[in-house]
């Protein structure tokens, strides 16, 4: 898969979620929340905002959170990723 985003965009793939609790109970796929963390497959230029440019502050390879309901979902080649703009990553996890 190559994807390259436009201006301020980010492909992340979602870790996936632990199935099971702490207690052992298996959750099935409903019960189990979105994930919010994930790892940056690709990253685009940067934008340009009220004639201002924006630099991107991530970079491949980062892990990432990122707000609950951000971006858009796609499969592509069966793999599931998310398109997202920078302005919806919270944080980078070191």
């Known amino acids: 898969m ?8 980010v492909v ?9 609790t702490a207690s052992g109970i298996v959750l099935p796929g409903t019960a189990k929340e ?3 963390m994930a790892k940056v497959l690709a990253v685009g230029p940067g934008g340009i905002q009220d004639g201002k ?3 991107m502050s991530v ?3 980062d892990k990432v959170l990122f707000s609950k309901y951000a971006g ?3 499969k592509i080649d069966g793999e599931e990723v998310i398109i997202i703009r920078q302005n919806d990553i ?5």
Do not use: R
Request: net charge negative; glycine share 2%.
């Open 72 to 74: 858009n979902e796609f």
């Open 2 to 9: 190559k994807l390259k985003p436009l201006f301020d965009k």
């Open 34 to 36: 979105k994930p919010q």
């Open 12 to 20: 992340i793939k979602a870790f996936e979620e632990e199935e099971t």
């Open 90 to 94: 919270l944080a980078i996890v070191e």
């Open 53 to 55: 440019e924006i630099p």
């Open 59 to 61: 970079k491949v390879g």
